[in-house]
């Protein structure tokens, strides 16, 4: 059965033809910073690789949100579609089954089926901060939007965030890097990506504590600097987690995967 699965980040649209667990084709586009924009581009990315033997379709996007309805909600990053019913539009377009979840939910599915493991939690390091939860195999959604890991605290009296103050997206977003920093993450010096690996590695303890899984994976477009901040992360878990925590980079695609794997 050939899916289309469709992942809304909050700078850039991917979308793949999935069939079997693997990407067919895919392309990806700006997200657009309005309204029109960005549903024009999600249904335009759709369009472009829509064919009758396409099933039904899968999307990921920032939450929080009503995902059973289709409803965005106020998500910090993607603003442009707060309170739309994107679940509507794209059934409405294409006549096919649609199913939304969290991006980052999306993208840990995804991991789980790449990588074969049941048990996997995921941070996605880009715009903002999201996360992922897979138990026994399955997406993890408590009511709706468990693993907004991002606004969680790990500074209690820190930066205020979109939610809280002190949260991890805070300090460990794309945004928050460039407000902090003053400059893109990639630009960021030795020093400065040592201070960011310590933070995540705190936050990466506080998950495996927490569910003690095979392996934590991190997306996003931070995430590709892994190498940058991987030493002083894992020095931070190995000084505060009580057992071995192993962290991975991701595929920058599982969150295709997963949102296809939504339908199924």
């Known amino acids: 059965m050939a899916v ?5 980040g909050g700078t850039k649209i991917k979308t793949g033809i999935v069939s079997n667990n693997k ?3 895919m392309i990806t586009v700006k997200t657009g910073t ?3 924009i960005v549903i024009n581009n999600i249904l335009s990315s759709i369009a472009t690789l829509f064919n009758p033997d396409i099933k039904a379709i899968g999307i990921g996007c920032p ?3 009503d995902y059973q309805k289709g409803i965005i909600g106020d998500t910090p990053n993607l603003q442009p579609l707060k309170g739309i019913n994107l679940k509507q539009i794209v059934s409405d377009k294409f006549k ?3 199913v939304i ?3 980052a939910s999306c993208f840990v599915l995804g991991e789980s089926i790449r990588l074969k493991k049941k048990n996997v939690i995921g941070l996605t390091l880009g715009t903002g901060v999201g996360g992922g939860i897979v138990i026994d195999g399955k997406l993890y959604t408590g009511n709706g ?3 907004e890991f991002g606004h969680c605290t790990i500074k209690y009296d820190g930066v205020k965030g979109k939610w809280g103050q002190g949260e991890i997206e805070a300090y460990l977003s794309g945004s928050a890097v460039k407000k902090r920093y003053r400059q893109e993450p990639l630009k960021l010096a030795k020093k400065e990506w040592q201070d960011y690996g310590k933070l995540l590695g705190i936050s990466i303890v506080n998950l495996g504590h927490t569910f003690d899984p095979d392996v934590i994976v991190l997306g996003g477009g931070i995430a590709n600097d892994f190498n940058l901040f991987k030493t002083s ?3 931070e878990i190995k000084k505060r987690a009580m057992g071995p925590i192993t962290v991975i980079k991701g595929s920058e695609n599982s969150s295709i995967l997963g949102a296809a794997a939504l339908v199924k």
């Open 4 to 8: 289309i699965g469709v992942d809304v």
């Open 23 to 25: 990407i067919i084709r």
């Open 34 to 36: 309005t309204k029109e």
């Open 63 to 65: 939450g929080p949100a």
């Open 96 to 98: 096919r089954k649609v």
């Open 101 to 103: 979840s969290n991006d």
């Open 145 to 147: 939007n468990a693993g």
């Open 233 to 235: 992360m894992q020095q």
